[in-house]
């Protein structure tokens, strides 16, 4: 049995107040005796007197130290020596216990990095695995089901603008993995981050240029694509044939392909964040990562301020063709108001009352815009005119004209150049013309259209703005015109230069190229007579000579090439003077002797008098001028003697009279060869002979001037125009005056002295009409002339 042992009685030990070092080592005993119990014995405990001292009770059998009271200690060198071995042993165990707290931090922290690369791995994985099957999406959708749609009956209308600006998001979406391709990197690589962040920052602007594109016009995209679903046929088909063309992807409606651009330009932020964010600050690519990420948010925000400035600009730009009734159908209370204040700010603005908000740069901008507009203008007008004659030279075929040129070898050389320069070197010179001068410059004059609303918008809602910026407090409806004359001036600041810069380029680009077309003329020209150099005059000259020699000849052939226009336009616009019955002829006599030539008018058109003391005058009539106003200064209303009747007539109806400065020849005497006889016909004759027709006339009557008729009585004739003579006077028997029936049956009567005989050639019959034959080169209309009763 075992016998219990007998508890000390216990003690208090009070220490003395050692060295710092001693009581340092005794408080980190005390701290390792309350943190590790599990070393302690389990009869060992400590107590805390009332005083607060340390009461200790020892094991009497386990014990290797007695304690004892103070009284019964052998000494302090005791005390010491105890306490150092117990320090000693503590700093073991807390060495100890910091290298396993060290190894287990680093154990974590490396446990950390190995996650953190993780995940930075499979980002850029997810990144550049997005990227491949974004691409190969978009080439599914602008490749195989653009072909497919397009073979549709009837085609999709617009199915081109659909697809716009996605071959340039290809374009660099292609050039990004090639560059992460070409370094032979993998994800895994510490090198390949780096690498990725340089090809995106090396291809950032080409990134933003495409998308913003894109993304400006995918409204388009969207209103197009509902346009086709209001037609369910065609809507059905554009499925199918996406269903067919790419049946792994489960799509419905093009807009599920369109759209991604939209979504990958929002996406890059987010993926490069992810990576960064699982990158170590301590990596060498963080900075470059950094500034990628930060280059990925900027173009995101450029993208959106641009998209703004688009809608802005597609809103104001836009010009609509509203008739008068239309424009009075928008009006309102609240377009009258705003127009009248804008009205109101501009006369305050001329008369000086209120100050003009002044923008030099802008200023400097619009006056160049306008001077570029007034050039392209003046330049298409030009061009067009060039054109216009060269069309002119080119219809004239001379080619075509039957020319009896035997023997002639300079005209038959001349003809030959001629129509080499007319069916060869002008058409493809014209050609070329139209299609590097004038069409672009045609598609300039177009691009002129929307800017000049910008301005011209930029301008009233300036005036809106000036009205409100003195204001501190702003209502949501103020608010929004600011912003928006805020939006459309940055847009003009931004873009007109630009535009300008652009515009001025093409301008000179276009002068260039006519330069160059008209030397590729010359040398073509100058080809061309090479190969007749032999057989042209004057080709034995010397230069100096030849140039001396073809310069006189140009200016000697302007000189008389002018004086035949000029002879010609005196011609055409000299009046016709119409020949004048013997009643007119008689007044014309009494006026002219009475008044003189120069006072006489000859009535433009019926005049009906409305006033007092106005005459009623017919067309034709002969006026003499009296005085070229009324009693009251009114030189519209002349005093006119019209053969014994005075009165005012309209100067407007009144033309000077221009005599015939020679008569038309004689008027043969119509009369019959001997043989033929006859009676005069619709008209009185008092004796009847017999009448004799000739077997086989021989002569034809022709009109030898034109002859416009003035009543129903008369009838026209065209210089040329063979008629058959009814009777060779009127019906009172003047001879001045014959009744014909011209080539139409229309009969009437035409002054005698206007009409000729002719002779008619063999193979003529009698009758009418009888059409003209060609004999050789010349031609003879004939019709018989010959007066017939038998008809």
């Not at 953190?116 to 791995?121: G, P, W, Y």
């Amino acid at each position: 049995m075992e016998v219990p042992r007998r508890r000390l009685p216990s003690f208090t030990l009070t220490l003395p107040k050692p060295a710092s070092s001693a009581l340092a080592a005794f408080g980190a005993l005390q701290k390792v005796t309350k943190k590790d119990s599990m070393h302690q014995e389990p009869d060992e405990a400590s107590e805390k007197t009332e005083s607060g001292e340390e009461t200790f009770i020892p094991e009497a059998e386990d014990s290797d130290v007695s304690l004892e009271a103070p009284a019964e200690t052998s000494g302090p060198e005791d005390t010491r020596s105890r306490l150092s071995s117990q320090d000693s042993f503590t700093e073991e165990r807390l060495a100890q216990d910091a290298e396993e707290a060290e190894k287990k931090s680093e154990e974590e922290e490396a446990a950390a990095k190995a996650r953190a690369a993780q995940r930075q791995l499979m980002s850029i994985e997810e990144l550049v695995h997005s990227e491949r099957n974004y691409l190969r999406l978009l080439q599914v959708s602008t490749v195989t089901i653009r072909s497919n749609l397009q073979t549709l009956q009837p085609p999709l209308a617009n199915l081109d603008s659909m697809f716009l600006y996605i071959e340039e998001v290809m374009d660099v979406s292609s050039r990004l993995l090639s560059l992460l391709d070409q370094k032979q990197v993998q994800p895994g690589d510490p090198q390949f981050l780096e690498t990725l962040c340089a090809s995106f920052l090396s291809l950032s602007s080409d990134i933003e240029a495409a998308y913003r594109e894109y993304l400006a016009n995918y409204n388009n995209v969207t209103v197009l694509e509902n346009s086709y679903k209001q037609k369910e046929d065609v809507w059905n088909e554009i499925v199918n044939v996406i269903k067919a063309s790419a049946p792994e992807v489960n799509a419905t409606s093009l807009s599920f392909f369109l759209v991604m651009p939209v979504q990958r330009i929002a996406r890059y932020p987010l993926l490069l964040q992810t990576i960064k964010k699982h990158t170590d600050p301590a990596h060498p690519a963080y900075a470059v990562l950094e500034h990628t990420a930060h280059t990925s948010i900027a173009i995101n925000c450029r993208i959106n301020e641009y998209k703004r400035f688009r809608e802005v600009a597609d809103k104001y730009k836009k010009t609509e063709n509203l008739t008068i009734k239309d424009k009075i159908n928008r009006l309102n209370s609240h377009s009258i108001a705003k127009k009248t204040a804008r009205l109101s700010q501009q006369i305050k603005h001329e008369a000086g009352i209120v100050p003009k908000l002044v923008d030099e740069e802008f200023n400097v901008l619009e006056g160049f815009f306008h001077v570029l507009g007034h050039g392209i203008l003046q330049l298409l007008e030009n061009v067009e005119t060039y054109l216009h004659h060269l069309q002119g030279f080119l219809a004239c075929k001379t080619e075509e004209f039957d020319f009896d040129m035997d023997g002639e070898k300079l005209l038959i050389c001349y003809k030959e150049i001629t129509t080499a320069l007319r069916q060869w070197i002008l058409p493809t010179f014209e050609k070329r013309m139209r299609t590097l001068i004038h069409k672009p410059l045609c598609a300039l004059r177009d691009l002129l259209v929307g800017p000049r609303n910008l301005i011209k918008k930029r301008l009233d809602k300036l005036l809106d703005y000036e009205l409100i910026e003195a204001k501190s407090n702003l209502t949501y409806e103020e608010q929004a015109v600011a912003n928006t004359y805020r939006t459309i001036n940055t847009l003009l600041l931004n873009e007109l230069p630009q535009f300008n810069a652009v515009a001025l380029q093409m301008i000179w680009s276009m002068l260039g190229t006519y330069s160059c077309l008209h030397k590729d003329l010359a040398s073509d020209m100058e080809q061309l007579f090479q190969s007749f150099t032999q057989q042209l005059p004057h080709s034995s000259f010397s230069p100096g000579a030849f140039w001396e020699w073809a310069e006189t000849a140009v200016l000697e052939g302007a000189r008389r090439l002018e004086t035949l226009c000029r002879s010609v336009e005196e011609t055409l616009n000299a009046p016709f003077v119409q020949p004048l019955s013997p009643s007119s002829q008689r007044r014309l006599k009494q006026l002219t002797d009475k008044h003189g030539s120069g006072k006489i008018y000859q009535v433009g058109g019926v005049v009906v008098g409305s006033r007092d003391l106005d005459l009623n005058l017919a067309k034709g009539e002969l006026v003499a001028i009296i005085s070229e106003m009324d009693t009251r200064g009114d030189k519209r209303r002349w005093l006119v003697d019209a053969g014994g009747r005075r009165g005012y007539a309209p100067s407007s109806k009144l033309i000077r009279y221009h005599q015939p400065s020679e008569d038309p020849p004689p008027s043969p005497h119509l009369t019959l060869p001997d043989g033929v006889t006859g009676i005069r016909r619709h008209s009185y004759t008092p004796e009847s002979r017999p009448l004799t027709v000739m077997s086989q006339p021989s002569f034809q009557v022709m009109a030898a001037y034109d002859f416009t008729a003035r009543g129903s009585h008369e009838v026209s004739l065209r210089a040329g125009e063979s008629v058959r003579v009814l009777e060779a006077h009127d019906k009172q028997g003047h001879p001045e005056w014959s009744l014909v029936e011209g080539r139409g049956g229309q009969r009437g009567y035409v002054p005698s002295n206007y009409l000729t005989i002719t002779p008619l050639g063999d193979g003529t019959t009698r009758g009418f009409p009888l059409m003209g034959r060609r004999t050789g080169r010349t031609c003879t209309w004939g019709i018989t002339a010959a007066r017939s009763a038998s008809v």
